[in-house]
């Protein structure tokens, strides 16, 4: 099977791409000397987490308590839910936790550690509990100045059926940086902030066994991680439009594509309309601060190289693409095929249900994404 012949859309992921980029942010983890621990929500794939963690301590992170019960059931046994736990979930992640050699969950809440440990003592099991600390992004954690930065490690550790794991942030604010200098000071504040408060933590006899941080620009960007011992990145295996942009990457380090047809010429209004829409690509913009005009994605031919057109807008099924330039009419008349490289990956992958793999412009193999909740 080739790119002429798969059905479109399709999602289609370039394997030595890949491998590659899993390997060099395995080299740079060892040479920042601290643990990687891959967030395997960006592909939801057991052959690609097992690619990603070769070389590596072999821990995850996963945002869903389905992406667990998946990664468990496929062999892996130390998974940090990353999405701050809440009542709902108390039962399955301590189901979870009784087959798992370490899993654990994070919190930024006072009485949710106090309701999580009655449940942890009723079941008796004793679970692992991350901080989750705000390093600047403001989506969730404690600021690592304020009292409850201290208050909540302690409750935990005072806690009779809860371990203290350590503190973790994750720096979102690192996508909006607009220069190389904007992203080094962000990824500067997600270190400093985190040593600084394992640090004061300690002082008080609270020490942090795990100081954790991560996004794939700030592991990218950041100088050297004196005070941290582990870092969380997902988006590098793939890297997308978005990371080449803010560059994390290069163009040439994008491994996931969407194979799409085109259905539709129109001439007067000077577009083309292929059959990947809003499903098949995701509807996230890209690196607007930097590249206002990016549209949904970059329109690539089948061996991957930039015809510099984008996808300018989405509905559901259909992706329109505005073409300036007569020789792409001749070129891209109905039924021809181009890759279409997303603004964030993570989000295209999530909407598949299968990778097409390729290798050498050959389908060789076709992984399952698992998704739900
Ligand atoms: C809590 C948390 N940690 C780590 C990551 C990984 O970030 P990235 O995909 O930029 O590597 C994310 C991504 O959303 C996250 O939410």
Same mark, same amino acid.
């Given at each position: 099977m080739t790119l002429e012949n798969l059905k479109t859309p399709s999602l289609i992921l370039d394997v030595d791409r890949m491998t590659r980029n899993a390997e060099r942010m395995t080299a740079r983890a060892k040479a920042l000397n601290v643990n990687l621990r891959p967030h395997v929500k960006t592909h939801k794939c057991v052959e690609i987490a097992k690619i990603q963690t070769t070389g590596n301590a072999s821990g995850i992170m996963v945002s869903t308590l389905a992406e667990a019960r998946y990664f468990l059931q496929n062999g892996f046994t130390d998974i940090t839910y990353g999405v701050p736990i809440e009542a709902g979930k108390f039962a399955e992640a301590i189901e979870i936790a009784k087959n798992c050699e370490r899993f654990s969950v994070l919190t930024d809440d006072t009485a949710t550690v106090e309701s999580l440990n009655k449940t942890a003592r009723a079941e008796n099991i004793k679970l692992d509990v991350f901080v989750k600390i705000d390093c600047g992004y403001h989506r969730c954690g404690i600021e690592p100045h304020t009292l409850e930065a201290v208050e909540i490690p302690r409750l935990i550790t005072d806690s009779s059926n809860l371990n203290f794991a350590g503190i973790l942030t994750h720096a979102g604010q690192s996508y909006h940086a607009r220069t190389p200098e904007e992203l080094l000071a962000v990824a500067q504040t997600e270190r400093d902030s985190m040593r600084d408060l394992a640090q004061n933590l300690s002082d008080k006899n609270?020490?942090?066994?795990t100081v954790s941080i991560g996004s794939t620009p700030t592991i990218t960007a950041v100088d050297n991680l004196e005070g941290i011992t582990e870092a969380r990145c997902g988006?590098?295996? *793939? *890297?997308d439009a978005f990371q080449a942009t803010l560059g994390s990457c290069s163009f040439d380090d994008c491994a996931l594509t969407v194979l799409a047809a085109v259905v539709h010429q129109d001439r007067t209004r000077r577009k083309i309309i292929v059959d990947a829409g809003a499903i098949a690509l995701s509807k996230d913009r890209g690196a607007v601060e930097i590249d206002p005009d990016c549209g949904y994605g970059h329109v690539l031919d089948l061996a991957g190289n930039d015809l510099n057109l984008r996808v300018s807008s989405l509905s559901q099924e259909h992706g329109e693409i505005d073409v300036s330039n007569e020789a792409i009419f001749q070129r891209l008349k109905v039924g021809s095929r181009v890759r279409i490289l997303a603004n964030h990956s993570c989000l295209t992958a999530a909407q598949h249900s299968h990778y097409h793999v390729l290798k050498d412009e050959q389908i060789v193999d076709c992984w399952e994404i698992s998704r739900g909740w």
């Amino acid at each position: 099977m080739t790119l002429e012949n798969l059905k479109t859309p399709s999602l289609i992921l370039d394997v030595d791409r890949m491998t590659r980029n899993a390997e060099r942010m395995t080299a740079r983890a060892k040479a920042l000397n601290v643990n990687l621990r891959p967030h395997v929500k960006t592909h939801k794939c057991v052959e690609i987490a097992k690619i990603q963690t070769t070389g590596n301590a072999s821990g995850i992170m996963v945002s869903t308590l389905a992406e667990a019960r998946y990664f468990l059931q496929n062999g892996f046994t130390d998974i940090t839910y990353g999405v701050p736990i809440e009542a709902g979930k108390f039962a399955e992640a301590i189901e979870i936790a009784k087959n798992c050699e370490r899993f654990s969950v994070l919190t930024d809440d006072t009485a949710t550690v106090e309701s999580l440990n009655k449940t942890a003592r009723a079941e008796n099991i004793k679970l692992d509990v991350f901080v989750k600390i705000d390093c600047g992004y403001h989506r969730c954690g404690i600021e690592p100045h304020t009292l409850e930065a201290v208050e909540i490690p302690r409750l935990i550790t005072d806690s009779s059926n809860l371990n203290f794991a350590g503190i973790l942030t994750h720096a979102g604010q690192s996508y909006h940086a607009r220069t190389p200098e904007e992203l080094l000071a962000v990824a500067q504040t997600e270190r400093d902030s985190m040593r600084d408060l394992a640090q004061n933590l300690s002082d008080k006899n609270l020490s942090a066994p795990t100081v954790s941080i991560g996004s794939t620009p700030t592991i990218t960007a950041v100088d050297n991680l004196e005070g941290i011992t582990e870092a969380r990145c997902g988006n590098y295996i *793939f *890297f997308d439009a978005f990371q080449a942009t803010l560059g994390s990457c290069s163009f040439d380090d994008c491994a996931l594509t969407v194979l799409a047809a085109v259905v539709h010429q129109d001439r007067t209004r000077r577009k083309i309309i292929v059959d990947a829409g809003a499903i098949a690509l995701s509807k996230d913009r890209g690196a607007v601060e930097i590249d206002p005009d990016c549209g949904y994605g970059h329109v690539l031919d089948l061996a991957g190289n930039d015809l510099n057109l984008r996808v300018s807008s989405l509905s559901q099924e259909h992706g329109e693409i505005d073409v300036s330039n007569e020789a792409i009419f001749q070129r891209l008349k109905v039924g021809s095929r181009v890759r279409i490289l997303a603004n964030h990956s993570c989000l295209t992958a999530a909407q598949h249900s299968h990778y097409h793999v390729l290798k050498d412009e050959q389908i060789v193999d076709c992984w399952e994404i698992s998704r739900g909740w």
